[in-house]
């Protein structure tokens, strides 16, 4: 195991440990995946089936671009590493964060007619790379979800490439993803845009009771 690739794992299991605590990869749910070594793509890959509040460095598992497991202990990679390697190809991402929060389950469900839901107006916004503005207005595109991961995964490539600004997406009654250069970015966007879509849903909440 080289030094980057343990490096990675450590970060790769305090930021499941940390979102864990929020609510946001409660029991085995949720994935996490950062790029070792661009060619040939190596990915640690978080693996399937394990709680991500105990998720150990050394659980992490090294993939390649056909998410086969190439590290020496085997073990599975979570059913969603296509769609991680389908955002790293796209987006050239460092780093992929997958979350089941509360709230993106709840309004990727509620906007799901719409297509994506509109962000805008907000001072988070400025956390989103490459947004300067309050102004700005963020879409985040909302794909119907699927068990079919070679299927799904043709379906966000075709959403990445039709939404390019997009920092992320929905999945359908099912979490949110998001990216980075590495991973540090991509941990400030799940961030950002987690409390964006908490704020938005409990306004939508809050305003019918208001007087
Ligand atoms: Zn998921």
Same mark, same amino acid.
């Given at each position: 195991?080289?030094?980057? *690739?343990?490096?990675?794992?450590?970060?790769?299991?305090?930021?499941?440990? @940390? *979102?864990?605590?929020?609510?946001?990869?409660?029991?085995? /749910?949720?994935?996490?995946?950062?790029?070792?070594? #661009?060619? #040939?793509?190596?990915?640690?890959?978080?693996?399937?089936?394990?709680? =991500?509040?105990?998720? !150990?460095?050394?659980?992490?598992?090294?993939?390649?671009?056909? +998410?086969? &497991?190439? /590290?020496?202990?085997?073990?599975?990679? @979570?059913?969603?590493?296509?769609?991680?390697?389908?955002? &790293? =190809?796209?987006?050239?991402?460092?780093?992929?964060?997958?979350?089941? @929060?509360?709230?993106?389950?709840i309004l990727s469900d509620l906007?799901?007619?719409?297509?994506?839901?509109?962000? $805008?107006?907000?001072?988070?916004?400025?956390?989103?790379?490459? &947004?300067?503005?309050?102004?700005?207005?963020?879409?985040?595109?909302?794909?119907?979800?699927?068990?079919?991961?070679?299927?799904?995964?043709? @379906? &966000?490539?075709?959403?990445?490439?039709?939404? =390019?600004?997009?920092?992320?997406?929905?999945?359908?009654?099912?979490?949110?993803?998001?990216?980075? $250069?590495?991973?540090?970015? +991509? =941990?400030?966007?799940?961030?950002?845009?987690?409390?964006?879509?908490? !704020?938005?849903?409990? !306004?939508?909440?809050?305003?019918?009771?208001?007087?």
């Amino acid at each position: 195991m080289s030094d980057e *690739f343990s490096e990675i794992c450590n970060e790769l299991a305090a930021i499941a440990k @940390s *979102f864990h605590e929020r609510g946001w990869l409660l029991g085995t /749910s949720g994935n996490l995946s950062a790029v070792v070594q #661009p060619e #040939p793509l190596r990915l640690a890959m978080s693996p399937s089936g394990v709680d =991500k509040g105990e998720l !150990t460095a050394g659980q992490l598992l090294s993939i390649d671009e056909n +998410a086969r &497991v190439v /590290s020496k202990d085997g073990g599975k990679p @979570s059913d969603e590493s296509l769609l991680h390697l389908q955002i &790293v =190809k796209e987006r050239g991402a460092g780093a992929v964060l997958h979350t089941h @929060s509360v709230w993106n389950t709840i309004l990727s469900d509620l906007y799901a007619p719409e297509g994506g839901l509109k962000i $805008e107006g907000y001072e988070m916004l400025k956390g989103l790379q490459g &947004v300067r503005t309050h102004e700005h207005s963020e879409w985040l595109p909302i794909i119907e979800n699927s068990q079919d991961m070679p299927a799904l995964a043709e @379906s &966000v490539g075709q959403i990445l490439q039709k939404h =390019k600004p997009a920092h992320g997406f929905l999945l359908r009654r099912h979490g949110l993803y998001s990216w980075g $250069e590495n991973l540090a970015q +991509a =941990k400030r966007h799940i961030e950002i845009l987690e409390f964006l879509l908490e !704020t938005m849903g409990r !306004t939508l909440h809050l305003r019918e009771r208001k007087l």
